[in-house]
């Protein structure tokens, strides 16, 4: 068999491109997207392995644009990445530009659709590894900015928001440099962990020399193994996780937690602070623990996620009947992050975190955990009053938070041409 010489095979490439031509010219967008959007047959699937996952539908899209940007109310998916970037733009108008870009390409990815066709001397449009169509996938990318980028290169330190500061280190973390803050955080999640590396691979390539990455970390939600489909999730002590959250659908008690108002930079109006925490959890040591140790240090029942003594999940763990923590410790998990008190009622938060699993570390432990997320109106307000309860509960000595950061969740994009951040640059 002769070598591939690379000048013939692209001349033979040309020919084929260009004997299929009329047919590609033929066939319009919309139609070559909605065909390859139509899940297979039940006899597809019979000869097929991996059919069962390219069944699934991938039609679902977000959009990007809108008064809020969507990756903070929006339900959660099963797979995601977070991905903090540094700038090396060498001056103000070169960052915007590519924060246009991102957002640009973000709208583009979100929307689904056919990838162009280009010449063949040419490099691809898309990488094509989600083949040739990007199917929607639910997929929602948000973009957040952190107080770094508020210093003195880019001439925005008058415009950075109010509470945007580094994210501080409290008494049980041991922050690692080089997983803790960044310039920029793009959170990326959709329902197949395809579609998130294909968008991270796409918005990095927009940026490139331009945005550089820190750091990044992958998660994942549970599968919803029920005993209903309101059960919450595990995380990775077992335990069901997010039981307790402010309904999102709730729009007035949304601008009383989630959104900024008037009080803060009249740019960031319509954002929201998050809040991340790359927490280990040291679960070969936790697996030691008695389950009835396990369920006080957390105040529910592992198996039913039910407060204790109760039988239900979102039952109300009732703290006003139990003041001295003989039912539920005082020192519990859920009892200290939400007291459920008219004092603390404004210091809820919208949490939206995921598992991960990055393999083992130097000295063979598993290296699993929490990304916590969180998304504030005021983190003064909300996340360190909790954060700062929760460093004196049992559970410190099972889990580390190693990094993270806090940033800045821009209105989204309000219309044709806006990105996210455009108001940054209006003065």
Not at 220 to 238: D, I, V, Y
Not at 314 to 339: Q, S, V, Y
Not at 387 to 392: A, D, H, I, S, V
Request: glycine share 10%.
């Amino acid at each position: 068999m002769k070598p591939l010489n690379r000048r013939a095979f692209l001349a033979r490439s040309t020919i084929a491109v260009g004997g299929a031509a009329g047919v590609t010219a033929g066939l319009a967008s919309a139609e070559r997207a909605r065909a390859a959007l139509v899940p297979l047959t039940a006899e597809d699937a019979s000869n097929d392995a991996g059919a069962a996952a390219s069944a699934t539908d991938l039609s679902t899209s977000r959009p990007f644009a809108g008064v809020h940007q969507e990756g903070v109310l929006t339900p959660k998916p099963a797979h995601a990445s977070l991905v903090a970037l540094d700038s090396f733009a060498p001056d103000r108008a070169t960052l915007a530009q590519a924060l246009k870009a991102l957002s640009g390409r973000a709208q583009e990815l979100t929307a689904g659709g056919p990838i162009p066709l280009l010449e063949v001397d040419a490099p691809p449009a898309d990488s094509g590894i989600l083949g040739p169509v990007n199917a929607p996938d639910a997929l929602t990318i948000t973009i957040g900015f952190g107080a770094s980028l508020f210093d003195g290169r880019y001439g925005l330190a008058s415009q950075r928001p109010a509470e945007l500061i580094p994210m501080p280190s409290f008494p049980v973390d041991q922050l690692d440099p080089t997983l803790t803050h960044g310039d920029l955080l793009i959170q990326i999640c959709a329902q197949h962990r395809d579609t998130v590396v294909h968008a991270l691979r796409e918005l990095l390539r927009t940026v490139r020399g331009t945005l550089q990455q820190r750091w990044a970390i992958d998660g994942f939600e549970g599968a919803g193994r029920g005993p209903t489909k309101q059960s919450n999730p595990r995380n990775l002590f077992a335990f069901r996780d997010g039981t307790a959250n402010p309904p999102a659908d709730d729009a007035a008690l949304m601008n009383q937690l989630t959104w900024v108002g008037g009080g803060d930079q009249r740019w960031a109006v319509g954002g929201t602070y998050q809040v991340v925490r790359i927490i280990r959890m040291h679960v070969e040591f936790w697996d030691r623990v008695a389950l009835r140790e396990q369920e006080n240090m957390i105040g529910r029942s592992r198996d039913t996620g039910a407060p204790l003594g109760g039988t239900n999940e979102f039952e109300d763990p009732r703290f006003d009947l139990d003041p001295n923590g003989k039912r539920i410790p005082l020192t519990a998990h859920m009892r200290l992050a939400n007291p459920r008190t008219p004092a603390t009622a404004n210091q809820r938060m919208i949490r939206r975190g995921f598992n991960y699993h990055r393999g083992f570390d130097k000295a063979g432990q598993l290296d699993q955990g929490l990304v916590f997320i969180a998304f504030n109106q005021a983190p003064s307000r909300q996340f360190v009053p909790v954060q700062t309860r929760l460093n004196q509960e049992p559970m410190i000595d099972y889990i580390t938070p190693i990094g993270g950061g806090y940033f800045f969740v821009p209105p989204g994009a309000q219309s044709q041409g806006d990105w996210v951040g455009s108001g940054l640059f209006l003065t």
